[in-house]
């Protein structure tokens, strides 16, 4: 009997069958709204953020626990393959406008995961009581609306939430003890990008491409973002060494430049890059230029703009 025919499964699915019950299309607007903040979108803000105007080792801790929280969400993805709920039952019916962002494997939740460590992430960069309530918020609600929306289940939700408090652990950890050493933040971002690569030569080894396309497109993009982010490191270390702090308005135009160019890589090379090859592996060097650029090139013009405050 495969797992998803057994008692738990249909339990599961009996959860999600309450929850239709409550679906109205104003509560449907608004967990489509709530959803969205565990979008990929929002960590790239909040990086962007701690990177160049508060420490770059927050920065650098932060891009470390999403790429490590990433990697072992996926890693279960591709490892347990549990469809989506209507998957496991086709007479399931989801709110149709989430379809579209469900793709891939159902278990763990991807939306919960990128939910815990942003906003758990941020909280703990904050350290103030009111910062830690709304994260907790935030995480309850994005985890509760992607089974209000039927693209997960409780199991998926849940897990998503174990495996982000242990990743926020664990960074908090090794940065605590190893983060004032300079060459930290490369090496610990190294060894995940090293750990990426080995989990997209897996998946293009098994040569299944139509089965395995979102596991393989999301770990071109995570190998190609921590590669990004070591190569980057090191450049900036050793060149760059900006500074984060400015008048509040530098860092308005620092954060602003910085997600116009960085996003613009994001959506813009990807028709290019379809063009030129037109598969999920092509993450990888869109990717690597996202980051590469945002942490080793734009950053250099930092002087420029901490020139233009003429109250030094």
């Known amino acids: 009997m495969a797992i998803t025919e057994s008692s738990f499964f249909a339990w599961l699915m009996e959860m999600l069958r309450s929850i239709v019950g409550i679906r109205s299309p104003f509560m449907n607007t608004a967990m489509s709204g709530i959803t969205v903040l565990g979008q990929e979108a929002i960590p790239i803000v909040i990086a962007i953020v701690l990177m160049y105007c508060f420490s770059k080792r927050s920065g650098y801790k932060f891009l470390f626990m999403m790429s490590f929280g990433t ?23 989801i709110v149709e406008s989430a379809r579209a962002g ?16 942003a906003y758990g992430g941020l909280a703990l960069e904050i350290k ?8 907790v918020v935030l995480i309850l609600l994005i985890g509760f609306s992607r089974m209000y929306l039927g693209v997960h289940t409780l199991l ?21 003890k190893f983060g004032d050493s300079p060459a930290f933040p490369s090496v610990i971002i190294g060894i995940v990008s090293a750990l990426s690569l080995i989990f997209l030569i897996v998946i293009l080894a098994l040569d299944r491409t139509e089965l395995y396309a979102d596991n393989l497109g999301n ?12 190569c980057g490191s090191i450049i900036e270390r050793r060149f760059i060494n900006f500074e984060t702090k400015a008048v509040w308005w530098v860092q308005i135009i620092k954060v602003v430049l910085g997600a116009a160019i960085i996003f613009g890589i994001r ?22 230029l996202m980051t590469f650029v945002g942490i080793a090139v ?12 003429r109250s030094k």
């Open 219 to 230: 770990a071109a993009m995570l190998f190609g973002l921590t590669f990004g982010v070591f």
């Open 267 to 288: 959506i813009g090379l990807k028709p290019l890059f379809k063009l030129i090859y037109d598969s999920p592996i092509m993450n990888a060097p869109r990717y690597f």
């Open 156 to 176: 998926d939700v849940g897990v998503s939430l174990v495996t982000g408090v242990i990743t926020l652990i664990l960074a908090e950890a090794l940065f605590r």
């Open 128 to 135: 103030k009581k009111w910062a830690s309530i709304v994260a």
């Open 71 to 93: 990697l072992i969400n996926q890693a279960l993805k591709f490892i347990f393959m549990i469809p989506r709920p209507w998957v496991i039952d086709p007479e399931f019916e």
């Open 102 to 117: 469900a793709t891939g494997w159902s278990f763990p939740s991807g939306h919960t995961q990128s939910a815990v460590v």
């Open 298 to 309: 734009y950053p250099a013009s930092f002087k420029l703009l901490n020139a233009l405050d």
